[in-house]
């Protein structure tokens, strides 16, 4: 590689704007996008100027010892490369923004010091299109598969159409392994003697779901820049891709949580946009998670569901006498779907969901038992001669690895019987694997930026699975044109939020991200293992408008950054940041829209005030940190008017089955003090006495026992909305500006560094 500066005035600044990789037949052309953006000035050009400029200086290029001789076969655009001969050529960081193909004999390899084009002398056959053939000048991209051996069909006519993408599943089928965990292609069943023996059960997952009808932006690699992926009119045409490829047809499941905790333009409709969505994007199955409770059984049963055109599972959540309602079912049969195999799916829903919504939220209902729920509806449907048994639902892994995964996902595939393949949710956690007991259990990452293809392989003759496996795959939205009627009914909704959300309620002199202080070490970017700038405004903006002594809020609240992405383009023209308010990096003024606010807070609740005594506010802070090292559940709070410090050493404060906090077991807490004026960890000592008395601001969920805390229900005082108290809050300050800085208000210390757990970094 090389650096490349394409034709431009001579006064414009183009160091390392650019640099050119090359092979063979093919040249491609980086744009450093950050470069751009950071020096970013009227004259300065735009990617689009750039990448204008590089097409413009090869589409002109002649070779001056051949006239007339064509030079360049082909520039394209990193958008075209999704589709290239119909090859997926797209990677989006590894692919060039321009991607220049030369028509032999010209390589991009052969040159010659001096002289700008040269004839190659070597012949080679790689860079070229896929398509391209030309005996004459020795290049033939073609290629031929050949495929012999046992389990093999011996064939007189060649099989068309295959693809050097459906080799390595095709060989992992053959070979009995799992195939690759990003597979993108086909199993070529026709090149089996007895290809009419299988029918392929494919099925196609997005795990938490949460309403994210807009697309996310994530970066290619750690080298590369972001760009968009996910959205349902973009998911859309990718399951339609996937579909088009199921030999025997397709299911799209999720798992729960489609709804609860979404982002304004579905929470501001009641979340009823996201079932209209869900319905247009194919969806064949849902489960019931705990955020599907968020607005109560009543608004889930009578609202939601009956908008769905499909059917919601779960055989845990049931009635007094162990029935479910007639708006859900423990199971159901797909019997069309797969080519005559029956399919019978499962539900079932997180046994601790109770405690992650309202207390009243799942009544009349009841959370009962996972596993045996579903061994004993498993049971019922192989008593029916149903060859194929998976089950969905909200339990997802915690902890260990892709492939070496734990956590209660784990613990429940384990112990099924009568099942073939086990597709979790809830946690965020990217596995697959097949356990001992021959269970293929797989979960995914949240809000639709992947999804799982599952292919489980039925041998007809003997009527049950006899191959299991499973891939991810990373949507990408660049290269895919958006579904329209689901950009349409995107784009309405927009217009009727943008009035409201898109108005500016203050700035930023930093970026306030979901992720807090430890996101780097831990990986995560969800804020629950340490102090962040958006949980120190939420918790200052509660505590300062109800004038009490301290403020708690529990980071699992916190669903979003609250300042605008930062580019000198709108990288997502879906959210409430247009792009007149995207700023140039390091300007130190990071707009924040009332749209991004209810993002942070999406759940609609309130504030609620309270008095506690020291030994209640220390259970409280127990609580708070008793879930780490494991940060996968939302208690971790988020604090305002004192600062403390624990020692994760120290014995984590005891729940009961519920679960909530039982008062006095916690020892991790070792010590607070108040906040000084200036916000420094400074103040006077906290008394955790029960003789002490102080006031405390925190949110209507945790108050009334939600994520283990204690259960204060009785004694609070409901105050405003707590997205408006945040709004409220920034719009307060002079001029609207606020500058959050990590000041060590949780502390972390490590009584004994020889022994596991440990402090996620060295806290502040």
């Known amino acids: 590689c090389s650096a490349f500066v394409p034709t431009a005035p001579a006064t414009t600044p183009l160091a390392d704007i650019t640099k050119a990789c090359w092979a063979g037949g093919t040249i491609q052309i980086y744009i450093n996008s950050a470069r751009l953006q950071s020096t970013a000035t009227p004259s ?27 030079v360049i076969m082909k520039i394209m655009k990193k958008e075209e490369l999704r589709n290239v001969d119909g090859s997926d050529s797209l990677h989006p960081n590894r692919s060039g923004d321009v991607v220049v193909v030369t028509m032999p004999p010209y390589q ?17 056959q790689h860079g070229f299109l896929p398509d391209y053939v030309n005996l004459t000048g020795n290049i033939n991209m073609h290629a031929t598969f050949v ?3 046992p389990g093999i069909r011996k064939q007189a006519t060649p099989i068309a159409g295959v693809r050097a993408v459906d080799l390595a599943p095709t060989l992992a089928f053959l070979m009995g392994i799992p195939g690759p965990q990003n ?48 959205g349902s009119a973009f998911l859309k045409p990718w399951f339609d891709l996937y579909r088009s490829e199921a030999p025997n047809g397709s299911l799209t499941i999720a798992a729960g949580d489609s709804v609860g905790a979404t982002p304004p333009i579905s929470n501001f409709f009641g979340d009823t946009p996201t079932i209209e969505i869900m319905n247009m994007m194919g969806i064949g199955a849902d489960g019931l998670g705990n955020h599907n409770f968020d607005k109560g059984s009543a608004y889930l049963r009578n609202t939601l569901i009956p908008l769905a055109q499909f059917p919601f599972l779960s055989a845990n959540v049931v009635d007094a006498n162990g029935k479910t309602p007639a708006e859900w079912k423990p199971s159901q049969v797909f019997d069309t779907s797969f080519g005559g195999v029956k399919v019978g799916i499962v ?72 099942v073939d393949a086990v597709i979790g949710d809830h946690s965020d956690f990217q596995v697959v694997t097949t356990l001992s007991n021959g269970v293929l259990v797989t979960e995914n990452r949240s809000k639709g930026i992947r999804f799982t293809r599952v292919r489980l392989v039925v041998d007809t003759n003997l009527k049950k699975v006899v191959y299991k496996t499973a891939d991810f795959h990373k949507p990408w939205d660049i290269g895919v044109t958006p579904d329209p009627t689901i950009q349409a009914r995107i784009n309405d909704l927009n217009a009727q939020l943008a009035p409201i959300f898109n108005t500016v309620v203050g700035q930023s002199t930093v970026v306030i991200p979901r992720g807090d202080a430890c996101a780097a070490a831990t990986g995560r970017v969800d804020g629950r293992a340490c102090e962040s ?44 940041c247009p792009a007149s308010l995207y700023p140039v990096p390091n300007a130190g003024h990071y707009p924040i829209t009332r749209g991004q606010v209810l993002g942070v807070l999406p759940f609609g609740n309130v504030s609620a005030t309270l008095a506690i005594n020291g030994a209640e506010l220390k259970d409280y802070l127990e609580t708070a940190v008793s879930s780490l090292p494991n940060t996968g559940n939302g208690r971790f709070g988020q604090v305002s008017g004192l600062c403390f410090t624990f020692d994760i050493q120290a014995a984590a404060i005891s729940f009961t089955a519920a679960p909530t906090a039982i008062p006095g077991t916690g020892s991790r807490v070792l010590s607070a003090v108040r906040q000084a004026a200036d916000g420094s960890c400074t103040g006077a000592p906290i008394d955790f006495s029960s003789s002490a008395t102080y006031t405390l601001t925190t949110n209507d969920f945790t108050a009334s026992g939600g994520d283990g805390y204690q259960n204060f229900r009785s004694r609070i005082t409901t105050q405003d909305i707590l997205d408006q108290d945040l709004a409220d809050y920034i719009v307060a300050q002079p001029g609207g500006v606020v500058s959050p800085a990590i000041q060590g208000r949780i502390h972390c210390t490590d009584s004994d560094t020889s022994v596991a757990p440990a402090c996620p970094v060295d806290s502040p």
């Open 44 to 70: 300065f050009p735009t990617y689009e100027d750039v990448r204008t400029a590089i097409i413009n200086a090869f589409q002109n290029l002649t070779d001056p010892a051949n006239p007339g001789k064509q």
């Open 108 to 124: 991009s390899d052969a040159g010659t010091n001096g002289v700008a084009i040269a004839l190659s002398h070597f012949f080679g």
């Open 533 to 576: 700038l958006v949980g120190d405004l939420v918790a200052d903006a509660i505590r300062t408008a109800y004038a009490t002594d301290f403020a708690l809020t529990n980071s699992g609240g916190l669903r979003a950054d609250l300042t605008c992405p930062v580019g000198g383009a709108d990288p997502n023209p879906s959210d409430f």
């Open 183 to 230: 597979a993108r292609g086909r199993i070529l069943y026709n090149l089996t003697p007895t290809p009419g023996q299988y029918r392929e059960i494919t099925i196609l997952d997005i795990s938490d779901y949460h309403g994210q009808l807009v697309p996310l932006t994530e970066a290619a690699d750690t080298l590369g820049p972001t760009f968009t992926i996910g």
């Open 147 to 149: 495929a012999s051996g």
């Open 347 to 418: 539900g079932f829903t997180n046994d601790d969901a109770p405690t992650l919504v309202a207390p009243t939220a799942f009544d009349p209902f009841h959370v009962a038992n996972s596993l045996a729920a579903v061994n004993a509806e498993a049971a019922k449907l192989k008593a029916k001669k149903i060859s194929v048994i998976v089950a969905i639902g909200h339990l997802g892994a915690t902890a260990g690895t892709l492939t070496s995964p734990t956590g209660p996902l784990i613990d429940l595939a384990n112990n099924v019987t009568n």
